[in-house]
């Protein structure tokens, strides 16, 4: 009987020990939510020293951004990545559409701003 007993005991150790492993794996991160997405500016001047600021606001753990623009250029500006600035040439005249995506382990969430360059 006492064999029996050990042996259980075992067993419901090890059980217990599994399914504490297999909660601690299926442990997720939730998907990011892009809160607000701003520039300080709707226009700027190609060839200005004075480009546009763009800061994503989102919410999340372990954060990557990604920002994209089919022409103009867009340099980070703050650690984390969730602020640029962008400046253009002047063949990129017209509204530019300026992409910020947010990501984690959880998924990616996307949102878009228009800058217009004028002469």
Do not use: H
Not at 20 to 26: F, H
Not at 34 to 57: F, H, M, N, R, V
């Amino acid at each position: 009987m006492k064999v029996v007993s050990l042996v259980l005991a075992i067993f419901g150790l090890a059980f217990l020990s599994s399914c504490d492993k297999e909660n601690k794996e299926n442990v997720t991160t939730e998907k990011p939510t892009i809160i607000s997405l701003t520039s300080d500016k709707t226009q700027i001047k190609y060839g200005s020293s004075e480009p546009a600021k763009l800061k994503c606001t989102a919410s999340g753990e372990d954060l990557n951004y990604i920002w994209e623009v089919d022409f103009g250029d867009l340099f980070i500006i703050n650690s984390d990545g969730s602020e640029v600035q962008f400046t253009a040439s002047p063949c990129c005249m017209g509204e530019k559409r300026i992409s910020c995506e947010v990501s984690n382990g959880g998924g990616k969430v996307t949102k878009s701003i228009i800058i217009t360059i004028i002469e």
